[in-house]
């Protein structure tokens, strides 16, 4: 059950950073400088989006038995290693060698931060 919550944050992760709209706002937010007020407005919104991913999916991973300083810590986790993959690899990759990794980071995730109640 663990690795089925696990494997869903991962899965939509991935979903957020394969979607042409991420893709747009990669471009906007390399393209301006950091402290211009676009640059500014992409920031805010990037943590906007954290900020709301991990509102959404904290209650699901307590609920399964996780302490909320472990269930941030996979949350953030799991949609960092999606959004370093979907940045660094090619599509080839994300069909073949990408599955490979999101499980053994998973598994290590489930090793490492066991659900309180497991």
Known sequence: ????????????AQRFYASPEFVIYLDIFLSVRHHALLGDAAVRLLQSQRTTTEALWLPHLTQ???????ALL???????LARGLAISS???QRH???PKTVDFVVHALQS???PVNA
């Open 74 to 80: 996979i949350i953030r986790a799991l949609w960092g």
């Open 1 to 12: 059950m663990a690795e089925d919550i696990l494997l869903a944050i991962s899965n939509s």
């Open 112 to 114: 490492t931060y066991p």
């Open 96 to 98: 073949s060698g990408n």
């Open 90 to 92: 090619s599509a080839e």
């Open 64 to 70: 399964q038995g996780y302490a909320m300083d472990h």
